[in-house]
């Protein structure tokens, strides 16, 4: 019972947190997720692959992630494409993104890109499965039911070779997503405001370490992580991370060629540890490269 309580609590800590950039651990590789200004921020033509397992082990029900994306750039213009897939519990929410940037240059080496991010997502609960408590509570159908909504991001974002700031506002329109016979005021997506910065500094051709920062703020709801990369050879990195959510992060990855990919092992130090076995991330990356470019970790 406990268990299924604590689970109970998960899921719609998860359905909050969900609208938040902050549960990425490897969102520096794939950083369109957390603002759209990022679109066009690599001058090759890139496609990322993301998907999150939260707490395995813990019912077999485990909330995840799945997430898509692409980026290119076409002299000032930089375009995006996101297409995700969070899961918790009965329900679903699938959404589909289009970034559209604009870079201007702000400086020698730094530009600066502002972005809007219009699309559409869907939110599907299954009810076929629930346990009635009251048989008259009409918000309760026992059946499918989905909806559709308009959403927007927008974003800003100021950025060089080494380093990059940002702020992006996710939830523009605030989407009711109520189905069905509950039209409540309170399923609205509330807007969600996020800082990333991130500097990398090279202590040599060969190493390097790249601290993180990414701040997440929802109306009642704050995260952080924290978190830094040691970077070796251009070819792979190991990093480690902190969410004020209660959870550390342990990470790494390589970077070949056209191919990225990176790993990350969530754990929590809250009373959830004692069921889960932790929460598994994995994201590839494959870039288009210019004959003048080069990759970026």
């Known amino acids: 019972m406990k268990k299924s309580i604590i689970f109970l609590f998960i899921v719609a800590s998860i359905s909050l947190s969900a609208q938040q950039?902050?549960?990425?651990?490897?969102?520096?590789?794939?950083?369109?997720?957390?603002?759209?200004?990022?679109?066009?921020?690599?001058?090759?033509?890139?496609?990322?692959?993301?998907?999150?397992?939260?707490?395995?082990?813990?019912?077999?029900?485990?909330?995840?992630?799945?997430?898509?994306?692409?980026?290119?750039?076409?002299?000032?213009?930089?375009?995006?494409?996101?297409?995700?897939?969070?899961?918790?519990?009965n329900s679903r929410n699938t959404g589909l993104k289009l970034a559209y940037a604009y870079h201007l240059q702000a400086g020698d080496n730094s530009k600066l890109?502002?972005?809007?991010a219009p699309g559409f997502s869907q939110y599907a609960i299954n009810q076929t499965s629930y346990i009635y408590f009251d048989d008259n509570d009409n918000v309760i159908t026992g059946s499918k039911e989905s909806k559709l909504v308009f959403n927007a991001d927008f974003g800003i974002l100021y950025f060089s070779d080494d380093y990059f700031a940002g702020i992006s506002v996710h939830n523009l329109t605030q989407p009711n997503i109520s189905t069905g016979a509950n039209t409540s005021e309170e399923n609205r997506l509330l807007r969600t405001y996020d800082f990333c910065g991130s500097y990398r500094y090279n202590f040599s051709d060969e190493f390097g370490i790249q601290p993180a920062l990414l701040m997440s703020i929802t109306p009642g709801f704050f995260t952080a992580d924290i978190s830094s990369r040691f970077l070796i050879k251009n070819f792979i990195w190991v990093g480690l991370g902190y969410k004020t959510t209660n959870f550390i992060s342990t990470m790494f990855g390589v970077s070949y060629k056209n191919f990225r990919l990176g790993y990350a092992f969530d754990h929590s130090f809250s009373e959830i540890s004692s069921f889960s076995n932790g929460t598994h991330e994995i994201v590839i990356g494959y870039e288009f490269l210019k004959a003048t470019s080069s990759p970026k970790l």
Do not use: W
Request: avoid cysteine.
């Open 21 to 89: 950039s902050g549960f990425y651990s490897n969102y520096l590789s794939d950083k369109i997720l957390v603002n759209p200004a990022f679109a066009g921020y690599n001058e090759n033509t890139e496609i990322t692959l993301l998907a999150k397992s939260y707490f395995l082990g813990f019912t077999d029900k485990n909330p995840g992630t799945q997430a898509i994306s692409v980026t290119g750039r076409k002299d000032n213009y930089g375009l995006g494409l996101s297409l995700t897939n969070d899961y918790f519990g």
């Open 113 to 116: 890109s502002f972005s809007l």
